[in-house]
C-alpha cells in the first residue's frame, strides 16, 4: 500500500520561503516519478513540479519562474518544494503525487497514480 505524508506547510509572510517535504512508503521510492500539485481556493487543481524517477530531470509550470525548486532523496524516499519569493498567490493546499515510471504528461492529473493528503500553505500580505 502506497502512502505519501506531506509536510512543512504553514503560514509565510509574501517575499518568504518554505519548504515543503513528501515521504512516500510501501514500495521502492526511486521507481516512482514524484511531482507537486496545487489547489487554489475555487480554482482546480494545477501542476506545480516533477522529478524523474530515473533521470531526475525536473520539470516546472510556467509560473513558477525559477521561484520553486523540486528535489528528491531516494536514502530517505523523500520529495521536497523549497519555495521562495513566495506571494499570495501562491496560496494553496499543496498535494504530493507519485507515479511508477511516468516520464510525460505530468501536467495531467489523471497520469498519477498516488496522491497525499495535501498541506496547507498560507501567503499573508
Known amino acids: 500500500q502506497v502512502q505519501l505524508v506531506e509536510s512543512g506547510g504553514g503560514l509565510v509572510q509574501a517575499g518568504g520561503s518554505q519548504k515543503l517535504s513528501c515521504v512516500l512508503s510501501?514500495?521502492?521510492?526511486?521507481?516512482?516519478?514524484m511531482g507537486w500539485f496545487r489547489q487554489a481556493p475555487g480554482k482546480e487543481r494545477a501542476f506545480v513540479a516533477a522529478i524523474n524517477w530515473s533521470s531526475g530531470k525536473t520539470s516546472y509550470a510556467d509560473f513558477v519562474k525559477g521561484r520553486l525548486t523540486i528535489a528528491r532523496d531516494n536514502a530517505k524516499n523523500t520529495v521536497y518544494l523549497q519555495m521562495n519569493g513566495l506571494n499570495t498567490e501562491d496560496t494553496a493546499v499543496y498535494y504530493c503525487a507519485a507515479s511508477r515510471y511516468l516520464s510525460s504528461d505530468y501536467a495531467a492529473s489523471r497520469r498519477w497514480e498516488y496522491w497525499g493528503q495535501g498541506t496547507q500553505v498560507t501567503v499573508s500580505s
Open positions: 510501501g514500495y521502492i521510492f526511486s521507481a516512482f516519478t
